[in-house]
């Protein structure tokens, strides 16, 4: 990320399968910008009343602010040797087909 961000808390795996929480902090106010496992009152015990993050025009200031993000209801097929018409196809490794 470079020069973008500030600073970065990495404190392991995610436990429970819950994404990462994300936080905002400039100057004084902090903003949730994702929920993830640790919760919101436990952060606003630390760093007060957490705003609500500005309205978004361009890009989204953080991963999961898209409503297209979380796709539960998406079809999913795995061990797939050739994507079907209308499908993507993610491939990696020495024996990915070049498609």
């Known amino acids: 990320l470079g020069q973008a961000v500030a600073l970065i808390l990495d404190a392991g795996p995610c436990r429970g399968g819950l994404e990462s929480t994300i936080v905002a902090v400039e100057g004084e106010r902090a903003a949730l910008l994702r929920p993830g496992g640790i919760a919101r009152a ?9 705003e609500a993050p500005a309205s978004i025009r361009g890009a989204p200031r953080s991963p ?11 079809k999913l097929r795995l061990i797939s040797l050739r994507p079907e018409p209308g499908e993507g196809y993610l491939a990696f490794g020495p024996d990915a087909p070049d498609h």
């Open 42 to 50: 436990d952060i606003e015990a630390i760093a007060g009343r957490l």
């Open 64 to 74: 999961g602010q898209l409503a297209s993000h979380y796709a539960p209801k998406a």
